[in-house]
């Protein structure tokens, strides 16, 4: 008797949890109506106009997902590149190396190309550095200034109002994930920031183990918590995410297939302003 109260009991958190979870879901597709993925935008009068459909690339919001490896940008940043093509920013990509650690540099390029098509990201708004200082490797620490140089050029090149890349913590605590925040750092506190008039600066939040791999359960937490910034994938969005992770087939080990259902990061995204 007392175990079936016990399921019982259980079974009612669970649809309960799972209501919230709905409710949360609503008022956020709600608030994209307006054209509103946090505080990270400005005021909703701006947010509103920023992708607005039909407007020309000089009135889009130019956006630069800066990443340090192929894979980066569905394994972490998926429901962040989805919405803000689903707002129609005008979206490029920046990776700071071919991911060449195990020798697949080549292969790995035109995976990120795949994967981004994939996405909606079209190959002229990808670039890959490829430079012999800056190594896929996880015991390698970057240079600061010439990683931060590059990273500023391609800023000012391309004109971009929002950048978005990893925190201080990198979601998997990668030193090359960890540069380039550090990178961006750097560049504040030497006076060559990229954070220009009309230029803001989102970090993906790195969230401790047991929410890593909640997978969608994590949305209640993730809403209530503190954040400048909020991007949630709709099913037929998931379905998009997974297919760009396919295109990543030299990586497609037994556990990145486990990782598609059960990370958060491929169904939530918080941000911080730096």
């Known amino acids: 008797m007392g175990s079936s109260a016990g399921l019982l009991f259980l079974s009612a958190l669970f649809v309960l949890y799972y209501c919230v979870i709905k409710v949360i879901y609503r008022k956020y597709r709600a608030g994209l109506a307006f054209g509103w993925c946090g505080r990270a935008w400005g005021s909703r009068e701006r947010q509103a106009g920023l992708g607005a459909r039909g407007a020309g690339d000089s009135e889009r919001l ?9 894979d980066d940008e569905c394994m972490f940043f998926c429901p962040t590149l989805l919405t803000l093509l ?7 990509v920046l990776c700071l190396s071919s991911g060449n650690y195990y020798g697949q ?18 190959e002229t708004q990808v670039t890959v550095i490829d430079h012999r200082d800056l190594p896929d490797s996880p015991a390698v620490q970057w240079d600061m200034q010439l990683l931060s140089t590059l990273v500023l050029k391609h800023i000012q090149d391309n004109h971009i109002q929002l950048v978005v890349t990893f925190d201080q913590g990198g979601v998997s605590s990668h030193a090359n994930h960890i540069a380039l925040y550090k990178s961006v750092r750097w560049s504040h506190q030497e006076r060559k920031d990229p954070r220009r008039p009309g230029c803001r600066i989102l970090m993906l939040e790195t969230v401790n183990i047991f929410r890593k791999y909640i997978s969608i359960l994590d949305l209640p937490i993730s809403w209530f918590r503190s954040h400048d910034g909020i991007h949630v994938l709709t099913s037929q969005e998931y379905k998009r995410a997974k297919n760009a992770m ?8 037994w556990f990145r297939h486990l990782y598609l259902f059960f990370s958060r990061y491929m169904f939530v995204n918080t941000f911080h302003l730096l």
């Open 246 to 253: 396919w295109c990543h087939r030299s990586q497609l080990l």
């Open 105 to 122: 540099g080549e292969v790995r390029k035109k995976e990120l190309l795949a994967s981004c098509g994939t996405l909606g990201v079209p």
């Open 86 to 92: 689903r707002l129609h920013c005008c979206v490029s």
């Open 62 to 70: 130019a956006v630069l997902l800066l990443i340090a490896h192929p």
